[in-house]
């Protein structure tokens, strides 16, 4: 049986050829040479990197497929960062943290799981296929959690906060779920067992 035929497919995903950009708060500029990339909130100590010490690793890699919320995906990315729970795990969360929040360059942030945020193939890439990230997919950095849908994979990375308890991010205040599993198909929030639909998303 050809590999594809076998390939399992999460519900409600298509197999699109290449990515769909998306920029909603817009498309920030980046002082590469200013930029840090802080781990900060309910942690035993800040760290704060530059973009050459990301670049200079040891770097992992990641091949996983990339999966959108709104439905599309694409086969075989391959990634390539830091580990993001060697980032954590170096500012020591204190004990109670169970979620992080991402903020990016632009004012945009999102919540994951701190388990997630752990998990071995979950970092903070600087590669995509071989070549720097481009401005549309994120320079200079942005996580990459194959479990979670892509809005948890915040473009132009700048923080990694620590929390103790959940917080909702930009999609997440519109309905988004607190979460978002690809298997799982957490797409929204649930409330009473119906799905809350976000009115940008129909």
Not at 81 to 110: C, K, N, Q
Not at 130 to 143: F, H, I, K, V, W
Not at 163 to 168: F, H
Not at 187 to 197: N, P, Y
């Amino acid at each position: 049986m050809p590999e594809e035929a076998q390939k399992e497919v999460p519900p409600g995903q298509r197999y699109v050829k290449r990515f769909i950009y998306y920029a909603c708060l817009g498309v920030p500029d980046v002082d590469v040479q200013g930029y840090r990339l802080r781990v900060f909130g309910n942690v035993g100590r800040e760290v704060s990197l530059p973009y050459e010490k990301l670049l200079s690793g040891p770097l992992s890699t990641v091949e996983k497929d990339f999966h959108c919320v709104t439905g599309w995906s694409v086969a075989g990315t391959r990634w390539e960062g830091v580990r993001l729970g060697e980032l954590i795990g170096e500012a020591a969360p204190l004990p109670g943290s169970e979620w992080v929040m991402f903020h990016s360059l632009d004012g945009y942030t999102t919540p994951v799981p701190l388990r997630d945020a752990l998990a071995p193939d979950s970092i903070v890439a600087v590669r995509l296929n071989g070549a720097p990230l481009s401005r549309e997919m994120g320079y200079p950095a942005r996580p990459i959690i194959p479990a979670l849908y892509g809005w948890k994979s915040a473009k132009w990375l700048a923080g990694v906060e620590v929390l103790e308890g959940y917080r909702d991010g930009f999609w997440e205040e519109r309905g988004y779920n607190e979460v978002g599993n690809v298997w799982k198909e957490e797409r929204f929030k649930e409330w009473g067992g119906h799905l809350r639909r976000s009115p940008i998303s129909g």
